[in-house]
């Protein structure tokens, strides 16, 4: 195998010019004829032996290590085709496969923040919501609309899987704990299938949520489509690591995440001022005024963390609309 196929490969993945040596650190020689067939087409198994004249086994175990490592998609139960290089990237980044990058990790890691805000800012709808934490004090008089929390998503899920959070195995700016990630359905079923998430019971879901309560991590949902509200993964989120709460708090893309619908009230009789909200919170919308914690409510998308750790109890989530 020749560098013009690798080159040829590059151009078909949308590879970024300065990234083109990258290709070679990840891809075997004998895959790369592979994989410029897959890039064109939509292709099973059977159709590539008779294409690449190997037999079927070669052509299956083949296969299936591309797809384990991330570089192909699969429709249904048969048909393979391969993902542009932004998600190959993406991939190798967030399940730890960063040692066949060498020195490229730290600028593969900044293009893939890079791309995401891109992609965050062409796109007119949200790709997030956060969730007020299942444990969250909310004063329900307030609440007169039905609102989701992580929990009333799982329990719709027919499957549910736990893996490491991408963001923070990427970056690396904390020590939060990493496994947090809840894949639903088709998006679980595929990363149990490659080895990158282990199937969990509801209950273990509950236990890893109480995990992010402990640590401060926002709920949040992600979505394959807004307008139709479907839900792939339930993330626990720090605003150093996450991509999603960095394009909205670092590159000011406001519509990227919606807020849960409802906002954290104080009564100022009850604060004693102890600060701890102002430390929970990652969104910027608490202050300290006269020995009280003021809520700026503008800046509150209705997480609920402050209301866990207030030892006077005065602080309680209550719908935005009040």
Same mark, same amino acid.
């Given at each position: ?16 010019? +300065?990234?083109?040596?990258v ?16 890039? %064109?087409?939509?292709?099973s198994?059977?159709e ?32 393979? =085709? ?6 190959i990237? =993406? ?47 909310? %004063?329900?008089?307030s ?8 929990v ?10 736990l ?19 809840l ?12 080895g ?16 992010a309560?402990?640590?401060?991590l926002?709920?949040q949902a ?13 993330? =626990? ?15 000011g ?14 009564? +100022? ?14 969104f ?7 020995g ?15 209301t866990?750790?207030?030892?006077? %109890? ?9």
């Open positions: 195998m020749c560098l013009d196929d690798y080159r040829r490969l590059a151009d078909l993945l949308e590879t970024p010019p +300065m990234f083109t040596d290709l070679p650190l990840i891809v075997r020689p004998e895959e790369v004829e592979l994989l410029l067939r897959l890039s %064109q087409k939509e292709l198994i059977t590539l032996s008779r294409l690449l004249r190997l037999p079927r086994h070669v052509l299956r175990s083949r296969v299936d290590n591309l797809y384990g490592r991330g570089f192909l998609s699969k429709k249904g139960e048969g048909l393979f =085709s391969v993902r542009p290089f932004e998600r990237i =993406s991939r190798h980044l967030s399940e730890g496969r960063i040692g066949a990058l060498g020195k490229h990790v730290a600028a593969l890691a900044d293009y893939r923040m890079d791309e995401h805000v891109r992609g965050a800012r062409a796109d007119p709808y949200p790709e997030g919501k956060v969730l007020p934490i299942p444990d969250a004090l909310i %004063q329900p008089i609440v007169v609309l039905p609102y989701d929390n992580a009333s998503i799982l329990t719709k899920a027919r499957s549910i899987s893996r490491e959070c991408g963001c923070r195995i990427t970056y690396r700016n904390c020590d939060n704990p990493l496994g947090t990630c894949a639903l359905d088709e998006f679980s079923e595929e990363l149990v299938e490659r990158i998430a282990k199937e969990i019971h509801l209950e273990e879901a509950r236990d890893v949520l109480k995990i309560n402990a640590h401060g926002v709920n992600l979505y394959t489509d807004w307008l139709k509200g479907e839900v792939f993964d339930i993330c =626990s989120c720090c605003s150093c690591c996450c991509i999603y709460l960095r394009a909205l708090m670092n590159y893309v406001k519509h990227h995440i919606a807020k849960s619908g409802l906002v954290a009230s104080v009564n +100022m009789d009850e604060c004693t001022g102890c600060g701890t909200c102002l430390e929970r919170c990652r910027g919308a608490r202050r300290l005024e006269n009280k914690s003021v809520v700026m409510r503008e800046n509150c998308y209705g997480c609920g963390l402050c866990t750790t207030c030892e006077a %109890q005065a602080c309680r989530l209550v719908s935005e609309t009040v």
